[in-house]
Structure formats: structure tokens, C-alpha cells
């Protein structure tokens, strides 16, 4: 089992960037390497969606379309931290961001496929 904890959300101007980290802790052993991560997104009246995964070596990332070019996903095994650099954010972007893990071993974009959640990280956008 893994817990996740988001940080680094905050209010931004159209443009502006950011980076939010998800930390990962958990029993012995069970660190972000033993977990393909990802990043998903809700919007207020929305579905959650795929925002971005790493493999488990973090050598393999996926993008969603909407964000492919302006977010980057990365992680730091050692630190057993996720991130997501965000740039050239649009109010679209606007948010909440949940960090989510899955014992899987190859990566995914359906929300059902991921077993462990973060508590979400609020990123408002101002045009």
C-alpha cells in the first residue's frame, strides 16, 4: 500500500507555470518504483480526465493530447517523488490535480486501472 500527497497548487496567470510534486510513502518496499504514476485532472462539472503517466523506471511518459508540449511528468525514485511541470498554462487547465498510482506494469489512461490516490491539489488559472 502507498499513500500519495500532492503539493504545489496555487492560483496562476494564463501563461505562467508550475510544478506540482507527489510524494509517495508507504511500507517498506513499497516505493514510487514499485508503482507506474500518473496525473489526472477535474474540473468543476467535469469528468476526471488523463492528464499524464511515467512508467515505473520513469523512462516512459504519456500525454494527453490537450497538455502534449506545455506539461512535462517526471519523478525522482530516490525521493520517491512524482512531478508535473506545468507551462504555458491556459484557463482550461484550471483544476483539480490528483496524483494516482498503479500497480500495473504498463502505463494507462483509465482512472479505473489506477489503485492508489493523492487527495488533489487545487490549480486555478486567471485569464
Known amino acids: 500500500q502507498v499513500q500519495l500527497v500532492e503539493s504545489g497548487g496555487g492560483l496562476v496567470q494564463a501563461g505562467d507555470s508550475l510544478r506540482l510534486s507527489c510524494a509517495a510513502s508507504?511500507?517498506?518496499?513499497?516505493?514510487?518504483?514499485?508503482?507506474?504514476m500518473g496525473w489526472f485532472r477535474q474540473a468543476p462539472g467535469k469528468e476526471r480526465e488523463f492528464v499524464a503517466a511515467?512508467?515505473?523506471?520513469?523512462?516512459?511518459?504519456s500525454y494527453a493530447d490537450s497538455v502534449k508540449g506545455r506539461f512535462t511528468i517526471s519523478k525522482d525514485n530516490a525521493k520517491n517523488t512524482m512531478y508535473l511541470q506545468m507551462n504555458s498554462l491556459k484557463p482550461e487547465d484550471a483544476a483539480v490535480y490528483y496524483c494516482?498510482?498503479?500497480?500495473?506494469?504498463?502505463?494507462?489512461?483509465?482512472?479505473?486501472?489506477?489503485?492508489?490516490w493523492g487527495q488533489g491539489t487545487q490549480v486555478a488559472v486567471s485569464s
Open positions: 494516482a498510482g498503479s500497480s500495473r506494469f504498463s502505463l494507462s489512461r483509465r482512472s479505473v486501472e489506477y489503485d492508489y
Open positions: 508507504g511500507r517498506t518496499g513499497s516505493t514510487s518504483s514499485s508503482y507506474v
Open positions: 511515467i512508467s515505473r523506471s520513469g523512462g516512459t511518459t
